[in-house]
């Protein structure tokens, strides 16, 4: 079992920037591929940024390509997601997980999930 905790959404304006953690306990965190998903009011949950157990690799929605930077600190047992340039369309729940089935933008691979933290972009 794995426990996520999200934290450092809010309130921000168009163009500043948010750092979202996402704090893991239970089982080993290295093992495990961590994934980075947003739910708009609305619309289905969609894939956001991916990193790879050692953090070594990436990947990342179109949409924030650029903006957005997921690392981790596996001694930590810590994932971070840095937005950067926010718009208005990124308004959104934010929520972590993680896999064991490894590399993946799909939600349904994923075994563990946060509560999810609001982000709130105005223009």
């Known amino acids: 079992q794995v426990q996520l905790v999200e934290s450092g959404g809010g309130s921000v304006q168009a163009g500043d920037s948010l750092r979202l953690s996402c704090a893991a ?3 080993t965190f290295r093992n495990y591929a961590m994934g980075w998903f947003r ?3 609305g619309k289905e949950r ?6 790879n157990w050692s953090g070594g690799n990436t990947d990342y929605a179109d949409s924030v390509k650029g903006r957005f930077t997921a690392s981790r600190d596996n001694a930590k047992n810590t994932m971070y997601l840095q937005m950067n340039s926010l718009k ?3 308004t959104a729940v934010y929520y972590c997980a993680a896999g064991l089935t490894g590399w993946s933008n799909v939600a349904k691979d994923y075994d563990y999930w946060g509560q999810g933290t609001q982000v709130t972009v105005s223009s």
Do not use: I, K, L, Y
């Not at 969609?46 to 990193?51: I, N, R």
């Open 88 to 90: 208005p369309e990124d």
């Open 25 to 27: 306990s239970g089982r």
């Open 39 to 41: 739910q708009a009011p």
């Open 46 to 51: 969609e894939f956001v940024a991916v990193v």
